[in-house]
């Protein structure tokens, strides 16, 4: 099956710095990868996502991207203020089989971003 | 934030009771998902049903007991539990039709303790 990495594990930063986040997945039939962002005692929120025929994606402050020859996609985050402080998950998926969108998530990342 | 909906956010029961956890979606979705988030690992997908239709039961132990009488609705029966079945139990779903965005959206979850 799937098996998503992710990391870092924590990531501490300076408002206004970036952060970049990665994750490598191992099955290459793989075509969708959204990023959850987690505040505490919140439920995930999908905050961007990637399917494997582009290779970049941009929203805002956000954006990710796709390298599906080394299999490993990236968020990174511009510009950061303290409300991005969250936990950040990535995920895996074969999307569009009709069984049902069976994400496999990484382990999540603790973003802390210092004023 | 009213999409899915769970029911009840916090459980406390013993290892001898039986309870159940109920989810809700108003999304017009197709497919629901059962999660488990714990401290120390990932979010771990447990179950998932597509048009009410169980698809995958990711080798999750029989105390645990899942129910989908239609589309809107996904139950987790809990029995017999042990102390380290406490977690956060996330509920999912997603329109899963050929061609359309299958994004995840999760309900609040239920904090369960077992006592």
């Known amino acids: 099956g799937e098996n998503v990495e992710q990391h870092p594990s924590t990531l501490s930063v300076q408002e206004g710095d970036s952060a970049v986040i990665k994750c490598t997945y191992s099955d290459s039939a793989s075509n969708y990868f959204p990023w959850y962002k987690q505040e505490l005692g919140k439920r995930p929120q999908l905050i961007i996502d990637i399917r494997s025929n582009v290779g970049e994606k941009k929203d805002q402050r956000i954006a990710v991207t796709l390298n599906k020859t080394a299999k490993h996609f990236s968020l990174h985050i511009t510009e950061t203020q303290p409300e991005d402080s969250a936990v950040y998950f990535c995920a895996a998926s074969i999307s569009g089989d009709n069984a049902g969108n069976m994400l496999t998530f990484g382990g999540g990342t603790r973003l802390m971003v210092k004023p | 934030e009213t999409g899915v909906t769970q029911t009840p956010r916090h459980l406390v029961m013993g290892m001898t009771n039986k309870k159940s956890l109920k989810c809700e979606q108003h999304l017009g979705h197709n497919a629901m998902y059962w999660y488990k988030q714990s401290a120390k690992k990932p979010l771990e997908l447990m179950f998932v049903?597509?048009?009410?239709?169980?698809?995958e039961n990711n080798s999750v132990p029989s105390r645990f007991s899942p129910e989908c009488p239609n589309s809107s609705h996904l139950f987790l029966h809990l029995h017999t539990l042990q102390p380290e079945d406490s977690a956060l139990y996330l509920c999912a779903s997603s329109l899963n039709w050929p061609g359309l965005p299958d994004t995840q959206y999760f309900g609040p979850g239920t904090r369960l303790t077992v006592l």
């Open positions: 049903y597509n048009f009410k239709e169980q698809t």
